[in-house]
């Protein structure tokens, strides 16, 4: 998310949080990187009913506080069917930029890859 026109992070988190509370079956999956010291670390962070939750990192307990840093580069978004299982992980669109989920009707599953 390098354009100035992009929402932050955090902005970014809270909306994609917003539309998820209404679709509790769907899962967000986020990856990209944040910047780290000798070279960049990926991530990876779930949004399911209202909440984010890093896979790869540690976030604060406070589920007011961003998941991300406002430092992190989102750098693609895939749309699962949820609740998420491990042992069959339905994807249902991406990867694509995590922006096209800001539109609720993204959270369809069928938005073009």
Do not use: K
Request: net charge negative; proline share 12%; glycine share 6%.
């Amino acid at each position: 998310m390098t354009d100035a026109a992009s929402p932050s992070v955090a902005a970014l988190l809270a909306a994609l949080e917003a539309i998820s509370r209404e679709r509790p079956d769907r899962v967000l999956r986020l990856v990209g990187t944040l910047p780290a010291p000798g070279d960049d670390e990926p991530f990876e962070l779930l949004i399911f009913r209202g909440f984010s939750s890093s896979i790869t990192h540690p976030t604060a307990f406070d589920p007011d506080q961003p998941a991300l840093p406002a430092s992190a580069l989102i750098t693609a978004a895939e749309l699962l069917a949820g609740p998420l299982n491990p042992s069959d992980e339905r994807c249902l669109a991406g990867p694509l930029p995590a922006e096209t989920y800001l539109d609720p009707g993204a959270w369809e599953g069928t938005a073009a890859e």
